[in-house]
């Protein structure tokens, strides 16, 4: 439609259209009654050198200037690895000041970049993200060694319920219907899939009800949004508060009364099945391919997601849906019917991340276990602005953020952990203001469509 | 009314809704209006829906009821034992929530009998103040999630000064709320001022503010010389003093605190900001359609800042009653107590409209106080509660489906309007 389509660009807000839908953010009904001179117009966005330079000042501050004394050490290999590599050790303060003269460097670049009008393109932001979380690491373990594949395989852990419920979210907005359900669809996959497991036996039909369940909620969502026009972040809240009460209260009632045969954790949880000769692999193998069976579903399940909805004739109706309802039933697309069961299959893809809560992980049901995971995994999708890739990278980055908290309070950091814990959410407020800025999500999502 | 959607915009002219100078309609055709809002409207539906809800849940209660189980094992032998067992499960969950709601008619005396009623006023206090706030929000447009944030950094605010100070009474009451009300407005400001300086995404932010003012305040709470009580070693706060703590409404004898009058007079105030105030005009034409405010000359961006910053507030006052109010003797990082979350239900119940918001306070205070009651004496879990407040709030959004479950007459003349999408602000 004009030029901050989501799929395409790298950074929005960095040159045009920046004082056109400056205030516009809650309606999108004329993208196009925008003035076409205003598309032209050039404002030099200083979000991006500013962030960084900000950054460049803790790191300043806090390598060099309070640099810590000692080596910090980084294990890359785990004993039962086929090659092992030697953990490496590098002298704290060195490294630190080596890194922060980098950080500088890239600050400055991005600095003469926006002078000259020109975008700062994303692989700028991720090196100096990760230049500064390696300087990090390394002060935080001065005198210390960081297991850096537990640190990883760990942060896939977390990450993997998360990007199923971000993929659900990605494609219930994507065909026009806010899904604040993620939570509910994630507690219910939860929940559903232990009984079925634990009573059949039979993981499989585990992971088939977690999916039912998804499903389910969907439906209610689907039904109340669609036919009866209720406003959907209403619905999707109010899911989310019916699905906790209910399975708490079947919890209390019926699972906690019963644990042998409802709520078995051996019966429940899945093995991990190395795939040989790629597990073998140095630091990827261990984190990758050392997994249960939910997490290789995930990776088919984020590629088959992005090629569907960007190569296929399914996603583009899907994206028209959710764009421009008007035009999708003028060509004949049954908007209804197409937000129905794309809604039905984001609930079944939420529904198996939830599986991973107890079949993948913990292996028994726990009151409100997703504690919150639905709405991360929301901002994962407003964050990696409504594509599956960067959606699933936002996921990771949170998964990563909350692990990285537990492994530095293993090893002592010098952070009180509150402040550690607290990070990953200061970083995505700092990310969304700074980085992400004004996102524009697909034109129709959240309202109905009603057909005249 | 009729329109099938949409709690949080004040749609159309509502007979709920004060009347906003409704130009030159004649009192007759009102009064239509008022019997056919009766009769299939949304008074009607809220009834039913409760009915609905209470009916899906007493279902429910019978389903997981041991005994009932065990008279469906021989159910063809004696069917009459199952439905005994059923009506024995049902109404005795049923009458134990009333009475641990309104009246117990088991105690001795009209004082004792009366307890409950004000249990669910104590309860009701801090729901009502930041189902406003929430409430609030919706009616500019804006997904306040952020409750639990702006609760605790307005219970610790209100909390640090009821016990560091020594002032006489009065004055250190209305310090220590003011100090709570303006920790949540700043807060909830934080917001307002991202969103409108850099289009950051009010949901993203509430909820991530969220979890930084949980740690933030678990950081002080175990922190000496911040919020930790001295000489102890628990992340639990000193009690504050007691020229700071809301006076009791109705005597010693019951829970009710000078709080719900604060409530209450938030509950006007909002009501004349949002009707009769300049501001409050320029909060409703950006809920409604930003563009068109923006066109018309209001500064949506202030409007966002201001609004957030009066959201918060609402909810600050929330965390303020209960440590002034309900937990005087200290508080830990749990004093929230989900509050932030049922607000959300609450405005959605109440439509976003002050007094709406009100008496669907009340009403889910009347549940938490009756649930506690329930899992005491009859062994339900509570969360039975959840489940029931939950299924209302979604009847009430959808009346179509309570009218075709009840066989009701759709009311005439109404056309189906385009549902407008305040809060389509979640995608952007």
């Given at each position: 439609m004009n030029a901050e389509r989501p799929i395409v660009d790298e950074n929005v807000s960095r040159t045009e259209l920046k004082t056109a839908v400056a205030d516009a953010p809650l309606q999108h009904n004329h993208p196009d009654s925008l003035?076409?001179?205003?598309?032209?117009?050039?404002?030099?966005?200083?979000?991006?050198?500013?962030?960084?330079?900000?950054?460049?000042?803790?790191?300043?501050?806090?390598?060099?200037?309070?640099?810590?004394?000692?080596?910090?050490?980084?294990?890359?290999?785990?004993?039962?690895?086929?090659?092992?590599?030697?953990?490496?050790?590098?002298?704290t303060r060195a490294t630190g000041i080596v890194l922060t003269v980098l950080l500088v460097a890239?600050?400055?670049?991005?600095?003469?970049?926006?002078?000259?009008?020109?975008?700062?393109?994303?692989?700028?932001?991720?090196?100096?993200?990760?230049?500064?979380?390696?300087?990090?690491?390394?002060?935080?373990?001065?005198?210390?060694?960081?297991?850096?594949?537990?640190?990883?395989?760990?942060?896939?852990?977390?990450s993997v319920p998360l990007v199923f419920g971000a993929l659900g979210g990605v494609i219930s907005e994507r065909v026009g219907v806010v899904n604040v359900a993620i939570e509910g669809q994630l507690l219910a996959g939860a929940f559903v899939s232990a009984i079925v497991a634990s009573v059949t036996g039979q993981p499989?039909?585990?992971?088939?009800?977690?999916?039912?369940?998804?499903?389910?909620?969907?439906?209610?969502?689907?039904?109340?949004?669609?036919?009866?026009?209720?406003?959907?972040?209403?619905?999707?809240?109010?899911?989310?508060?019916?699905?906790?009460?209910?399975?708490?209260?079947?919890?209390?009632?019926?699972?906690?009364?019963?644990?042998?045969?409802?709520?078995?954790?051996?019966?429940?949880?899945?093995?991990?099945?190395?795939?040989?000769?790629?597990?073998?692999?140095?630091?990827?193998?261990?984190?990758?391919?050392?997994?249960?069976?939910?997490?290789?579903?995930?990776?088919?399940?984020?590629?088959?997601?992005?090629?569907?909805?960007f190569k296929t004739r399914w996603g583009l109706r899907l994206r028209a849906v959710g764009e421009h309802p008007q035009a999708a039933d003028t060509v004949g697309i049954n908007v209804a019917r197409t937000r129905f069961w794309n809604v039905s299959l984001a609930g079944a893809i939420a529904g198996l991340g939830g599986a991973y809560f107890t079949m993948g992980s913990v292996g028994?049901?726990?009151?409100?276990?997703?504690?919150?995971?639905?709405?991360?995994?929301?901002?994962?999708?407003?964050?990696?602005?409504?594509?599956?890739?960067?959606?699933?990278?936002?996921?990771?980055?949170?998964?990563?953020a909350s692990n990285l908290q537990s492994v530095?309070?293993?090893?002592?950091?010098?952070?009180?952990?509150?402040?550690?814990?607290?990070?990953?959410?200061?970083?995505?407020?700092?990310?969304?203001?700074?980085?992400?800025?004004?996102?524009?999500?697909?034109?129709?999502?959240?309202?109905?469509y009603i057909k005249s | 009314?009729?329109?099938?959607?949409?709690?949080?915009?004040?749609?159309?002219?509502?007979?709920?809704?004060?009347?906003?100078?409704?130009?030159?309609?004649?009192?007759?055709?009102?009064?239509?209006?008022?019997?056919?809002?009766?009769?299939?409207?949304?008074?009607?539906?809220?009834?039913?829906?409760?009915?609905?809800?209470?009916?899906?849940?007493?279902?429910?209660?019978?389903?997981?009821?041991?005994?009932?189980?065990?008279?469906?094992?021989?159910?063809?032998?004696?069917?009459?034992?199952?439905?005994?067992?059923?009506?024995?499960?049902?109404?005795?969950?049923?009458?134990?929530l009333f009475q641990g709601a309104v009246y117990n008619f088991r105690r001795p005396g009209f004082i004792a009998g009366i307890?409950?009623?004000?249990?669910?006023?104590?309860?009701?206090?801090?729901?009502?103040?930041?189902?406003?706030?929430?409430?609030?929000?919706?009616?500019?447009?804006?997904?306040?999630?952020?409750?639990?944030?702006?609760?605790?950094?307005?219970?610790?605010c209100a909390g640090w000064v009821s016990w560091s100070f020594e002032l006489p009474y009065g004055l250190h009451l209305i310090l220590a709320v003011a100090a709570g009300i303006i920790g949540g407005a700043l807060w909830g400001g934080i917001v307002g001022l991202l969103k409108a300086r850099t289009g950051a995404h009010e949901v993203i932010v509430t909820i991530m503010l969220n979890f930084v003012a949980l740690y933030l305040i678990s950081f002080m709470l175990k922190t000496p010389g911040l919020l930790q009580a001295p000489g102890s070693n628990n992340p639990k706060t000193p009690?504050?003093?007691?020229?700071?703590?809301?006076?009791?409404?109705?005597?010693?004898?019951?829970?009710?605190?000078?709080?719900?009058?604060?409530?209450?007079?938030?509950?006007?105030?909002?009501?004349?900001?949002?009707?009769?105030?300049?501001?409050?005009?320029?909060?409703?034409?950006?809920?409604?359609?930003?563009?068109?405010?923006?066109?018309?000359?209001?500064?949506?961006?202030?409007?966002?800042?201001?609004?957030?910053?009066?959201?918060?507030?609402?909810?600050?006052?929330?965390?303020?009653?209960q440590v002034l109010g309900t937990v005087t003797t200290g508080f830990s990082s749990g004093i929230d107590a989900g509050i932030g979350f049922d607000a959300i239900t609450v405005a959605l119940l109440g439509r976003s409209k002050p007094w709406g918001i009100f008496f669907a306070g009340i009403l889910f205070g009347a549940f938490k106080a009756g649930g506690f009651a329930m899992q005491a004496s009859e062994g339900i879990p509570i969360d039975i509660v959840v489940v029931i407040q939950s299924l209302i709030v979604l009847f009430i959004a959808a009346p179509p489906l309570v009218r075709a479950v009840f066989r009701l007459p759709k009311p005439s003349g109404i056309s189906l309007r385009r549902p407008r999408t305040s809060t389509a602000a979640v995608t952007k």
């Open positions: 003035p076409p001179a205003l598309e032209t117009t050039v404002v030099k966005s200083w979000k991006a050198p500013i962030a960084f330079g900000i950054f460049s000042i803790i790191a300043i501050l806090l390598f060099v200037v309070f640099g810590r004394e000692g080596t910090s050490g980084f294990r890359l290999s785990t004993d039962s690895d086929f090659f092992q590599i030697p953990t490496i050790q590098a002298p890239l600050a400055a670049y991005s600095a003469f970049l926006v002078s000259r009008s020109r975008p700062v393109r994303l692989w700028v932001t991720v090196v100096f993200a990760v230049l500064f979380l390696v300087g990090f690491l390394t002060w935080a373990s001065a005198g210390a060694t960081i297991p850096v594949p537990g640190l990883l395989v760990g942060a896939v852990g977390l499989v039909l585990g992971l088939l009800s977690a999916m039912a369940a998804g499903v389910l909620v969907s439906f209610v969502l689907a039904a109340f949004s669609i036919k009866y026009f209720v406003d959907q972040v209403i619905v999707g809240v109010v899911l989310n508060v019916l699905v906790t009460g209910l399975t708490s209260f079947l919890y209390s009632q019926v699972l906690s009364k019963n644990t042998e045969l409802l709520n078995n954790s051996g019966t429940i949880r899945l093995p991990r099945l190395p795939i040989p000769g790629l597990s073998e692999i140095p630091i990827l193998g261990p984190v990758l391919f050392r997994q249960t069976i939910i997490v290789y579903i995930l990776y088919i399940a984020v590629a088959v997601v992005f090629f569907a909805l028994s049901f726990n009151k409100e276990m997703t504690a919150g995971a639905g709405f991360i995994a929301l901002a994962a999708v407003i964050f990696g602005r409504w594509d599956p890739i960067r959606a699933t990278l936002a996921a990771l980055l949170f998964g990563f530095l309070s293993i090893i002592g950091s010098p952070v009180p952990s509150e402040f550690m814990l607290m990070l990953p959410y200061l970083v995505t407020i700092f990310a969304v203001a700074g980085v992400v800025g004004r996102v524009r999500g697909p034109a129709a999502s959240g309202k109905p | 009314m009729s329109q099938p959607t949409v709690p949080p915009v004040d749609s159309g002219p509502p007979v709920a809704s004060p009347p906003a100078k409704p130009d030159a309609s004649t009192p007759e055709p009102r009064w239509h209006g008022v019997m056919r809002e009766i009769v299939g409207g949304s008074a009607m539906i809220s009834v039913l829906a409760v009915v609905l809800a209470m009916l899906a849940g007493g279902i429910l209660i019978a389903l997981t009821d041991d005994k009932v189980s065990a008279a469906a094992g021989y159910f063809f032998a004696r069917p009459g034992d199952l439905v005994k067992a059923v009506w024995d499960s049902v109404s005795g969950a049923y009458t134990a307890k409950p009623l004000t249990e669910t006023l104590t309860f009701a206090t801090p729901l009502i103040a930041a189902g406003l706030g929430v409430g609030l929000a919706f009616r500019v447009g804006l997904f306040n999630i952020g409750g639990r944030g702006q609760m605790l950094i307005a219970a610790a009690a504050a003093l007691p020229t700071a703590v809301f006076p009791d409404l109705l005597g010693p004898q019951f829970n009710l605190h000078w709080g719900f009058i604060f409530v209450i007079a938030a509950t006007v105030y909002v009501w004349y900001l949002l009707n009769r105030s300049n501001l409050g005009f320029q909060f409703r034409a950006v809920g409604e359609n930003p563009n068109a405010a923006r066109v018309a000359g209001i500064s949506v961006n202030k409007m966002y800042i201001y609004a957030m910053l009066f959201s918060g507030g609402l909810v600050g006052l929330a965390g303020v009653a």
